[in-house]
């Protein structure tokens, strides 16, 4: 028996809008919904499904490990997780590891991080320099720094001492740094927001700066990490390294897992007892990510991402052509955004596309996201553009 959607607006606070098609099963970049009708998978769950659905290998590491051990909390550590930063450590700038399980989880131990380093070296320094439209999560911290007032309105007295600047604005974020600055945060490329890459002359000015004031540089890569850019993480793509990095969403492919790299140095900054989460480092959560890694670290895989970039963006610019409704795609590896023209929005436009049996996201009211698994094949990739094309014709026949 299948439970209909209106069971959501009677048990499930409204925080949410969710389609009235509910998916139950999946298989690599494809989605069933009830009554068995496939969808092409180009949301991935919002940049979470790195390998799809039901991959054999975290299949095989979950029940692996569920068999073995599920928690032990932090007053012990686990083999899982242990494995897990060693992979991390290997292939990345740093040096030490936290993990959590999402991305606010990340980047609130990122941000208590430089709140703590500040405090120690002077109680003023302790003011946060962000980007206006960053996205950095829901809790009330990460709100706060995040540069979209709509989602902290309403939620007031906010945590203070945040200053926000223009994203890509170099002469702003000069004007904002100081000596009582202890960190800049910013996404290599702004999901949410619209899928908007930084200039690499801004990451490295931020770089600069950051380093002139004895500030931190974090970078939020809870949606451009994990092999979603093409590169493992996308400060490796832009050359520029960030003391702190936050990720999330595609580190576990589905299964709840956040983590905070940074260096040895910075690390010492959290002695016991200054930060924890009872299931960060969770032993099932870690074998998955793992597994993910693993994945994530084949050359093919790397090299599909390309290939399906190129497979992507060529489609996308066809259906330019032939229907106008959206004037430039821009973003990096399997993080795309096409940017509408003015007068259209996104909205109907990701219906219009479900309804032909292809899920799509929106990044703002202007922008389309497409984030689809990073393992989705040509074939599959060829089907999901023609059920695309399916939907545009559709939304104009109807008007
Ligand atoms: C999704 C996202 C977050 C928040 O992650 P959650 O797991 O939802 O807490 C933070 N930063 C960026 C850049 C994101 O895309």
């Avoid at 999946?26 to 009554?35: T, Y």
């Avoid at 941000?111 to 999560?137: E, Q, S």
């Avoid at 490295?204 to 949606?223: G, P």
């Avoid at 520029?240 to 900054?269: H, N, R």
């Amino acid at each position: 028996m299948s439970i209909p959607r209106a069971v959501f607006d009677s048990v499930m606070v409204p925080n949410y809008a969710p389609s009235a098609i509910i998916p139950v099963r999946g298989a690599g970049a494809r989605w069933f919904d009830q009554a068995g009708r496939d969808y092409i998978d180009f949301a991935g769950g919002i940049a979470v499904n790195t390998l799809g659905h039901a991959h054999p290998a975290l299949v095989a590491a979950l029940t692996e490990q569920a068999g073995k051990l599920w928690h032990v909390s932090n007053v012990l550590t686990n083999e899982p997780a242990l494995k897990l930063a060693q992979k991390l450590v290997a292939n990345t700038f740093a040096e030490r590891v936290f993990f959590c399980n999402s991305g606010a989880e990340a980047n609130e131990a990122a941000f208590k991080l430089a709140r703590r380093m500040g405090n120690l070296k002077d109680p003023n320094k302790n003011r946060i320099v962000a980007c206006i439209n960053g996205f950095h999560g829901r809790t009330l911290f990460t709100v706060s720094v995040g540069g979209q007032p709509k989602y902290a309105q309403t939620f007031e007295p906010l945590p203070g001492n945040i200053t926000h600047v223009p994203f890509n604005d170099i002469a702003a974020l000069e004007a904002a740094m100081g000596p009582d600055v202890c960190a800049f945060v910013v996404e290599p490329i702004q999901g949410e927001s619209g899928v908007m890459p930084s200039e690499k002359a801004f990451l490295l000015r931020a770089r600069e700066l950051t380093t002139q004031h004895d500030a931190l540089l974090i970078f939020d890569e809870v949606q451009t990490g994990n092999g979603r850019t093409g590169h493992l993480y996308a400060y490796q793509h832009f050359g520029v390294v960030p003391d702190v990095l936050s990720t999330a969403k595609g580190l576990g492919g589905g299964f709840p897992i956040g983590a905070m790299l940074t260096t040895e140095a910075l690390a010492q900054t959290l002695q016991p007892g200054t930060h924890g989460s009872t299931y960060g480092g969770n032993p099932l959560g870690c074998a998955v990510a793992g597994a993910v890694l693993d994945e994530l670290l084949k050359p093919e895989l790397q090299a599909n991402v390309h290939a399906r970039h190129l497979q992507l963006v060529a489609g996308l610019e066809a259906l330019q052509a032939e229907f106008g409704l959206w004037q430039s795609v821009r973003g990096l590896g399997l993080l795309m955004g096409a940017v509408l023209v003015p007068g259209q929005s996104a909205g109907p436009l990701v219906n219009a596309a479900l309804e032909a049996g292809v899920s799509l996201l929106q990044a703002g009211p202007e922008v389309l996201r497409f984030a689809p698994p990073l393992t989705i094949t040509e074939a599959e990739m060829a089907e999901g553009l023609v059920r695309l094309r399916q939907a545009l014709e559709a939304l104009r026949e109807g008007g």
